[in-house]
């Protein structure tokens, strides 16, 4: 999309520059192919800032505009028809045309400022802001980088447009050059994780060239674009989330979605887990699902680099996710307890074993409670 635009500004800015030359209207043909060049890139420079202009200021830009040279006809034509031998014809054209761009100026700017007011959806029709119902995600470095969102959209769960600016690609660029070797490789995950999105071709991706030169930080553009377009953020960023939010913009949180489809476990059941690791109480040891969730299981210091079967006695939810908090299914079945006759009638669960300790997600055990 982005080299079918560059190329029409080609041809249309060679189509003018070889008619300033063929026609030369300023005497010296090159001469005349400079001019036209320099208009040429004027107009595309216009062209480029109409762009980033919403469909409302461009239609109150364009009404003021309309109703200034209206006005200042009307002007012109009450100084024309004055007849005083001191204001010769060439002190009334000079005025007349003053007063034109004067007025068409002054329509246009107040237009442009006061078109946010419209109710376009009143007007019906091609006015009916189809471009404000439309549904757009935009896409933030971080979910980029994280991965995941490719495997939401491939499932059909992420629909609409997805946009993709380009200070994101500038930021996932400088991250894939970084000497950090960690950051070059993320970097080049978000490359490729990018290059997946767009070989799906049930998406609608598209790259723009909208910027804001007066803002610098990214998070800040994005939250700036998400209100021009009226545009969804995705991202798992949470101060990104959080500021979004106060700024009125919709934000999609992959981190809120995959806590939201981690498995429902209930106090009572049971699972087989693999510890991992001691844990920060005495004689605790640590198991993590497959989907990152910690299992802190008590008196299991013994059984690390083990499966074991547990049973489930309370659930945590926190900011940072979901604990689980268990103990051995032995050490109830072993106890002449209530709890540990009402274990021998639950049906276990399905296996549950981290594949390799490399994979795990670790999670800071001491800003939680130890149930």
Do not use: C
């Not at 049930?202 to 998400?226: C, H, M």
């Not at 299991?300 to 049973?311: T, V």
């Amino acid at each position: 999309m982005r080299t079918d635009i560059i190329f029409i500004r080609l041809v249309f800015t060679g189509i003018l520059i070889a008619a300033g030359y063929i026609l030369n209207p300023f005497g010296t043909r090159s001469l005349s192919a400079v001019i036209a060049a320099l208009i040429a890139g004027a107009i595309i420079l216009f062209e480029l800032r109409v762009q980033r202009a919403s469909l409302k200021t461009l239609i109150g830009a364009a009404v003021g505009s309309i109703m200034g040279i209206v006005g200042a006809f009307l002007i012109g034509t009450l100084i024309s028809r004055q007849e005083s031998p001191a204001v010769t014809a060439e002190t009334k054209t000079f005025l007349t045309l003053a007063l034109t761009f004067f007025m068409a100026y002054v329509g246009l700017m107040v237009g442009a400022a006061k078109g946010d007011y419209l109710d376009l959806s009143a007007l019906g029709g091609i006015f009916s802001d189809k471009a404000a119902r439309r549904d757009y995600k935009v896409l933030d470095t971080s979910v980029i980088i994280d991965g995941r969102i490719a495997d939401v959209a491939e499932t059909g769960f992420l629909g609409g447009t997805i946009i993709i600016p380009q200070f994101i690609l500038r930021e996932l660029q400088q991250v894939a050059d970084s000497p950090d070797s960690s950051k070059r490789q993320r970097g080049r995950r978000g490359l490729d994780m990018l290059q997946r999105l767009q070989n799906n071709n049930a998406l609608d991706i598209q790259v723009i060239d909208t910027d804001f030169p007066a803002v610098r930080e990214v998070d800040l553009k994005l939250i700036e674009l998400g209100k021009q377009i009226n545009a969804v953020i995705v991202t798992n960023d949470f101060n990104l989330n959080k500021v979004a939010q106060l700024h009125g913009v919709n934000v999609l949180n992959i981190n809120e979605l995959a806590n939201a489809l981690k498995p429902v476990v209930l106090p009572g059941e049971a699972m087989r887990v693999f510890i991992l690791k001691e844990g920060k109480e005495y004689n605790q040891g640590v198991a993590y699902l497959d989907d990152g969730t910690m299992v802190v299981v008590d008196n299991a210091r013994r059984m690390i680099g083990k499966n074991a079967d547990i049973a489930v006695t309370s659930v945590l939810q926190t900011t940072a996710g979901k604990m689980i908090f268990g103990r051995l299914w032995e050490e109830g079945a072993e106890n002449g307890s209530q709890d540990a006759r009402s274990l021998n009638g639950i049906t276990r669960r399905p296996t549950r074993e981290v594949r390799t300790p490399t994979s795990i997600r670790t999670t800071d055990q001491s800003e939680t409670p130890t149930g």
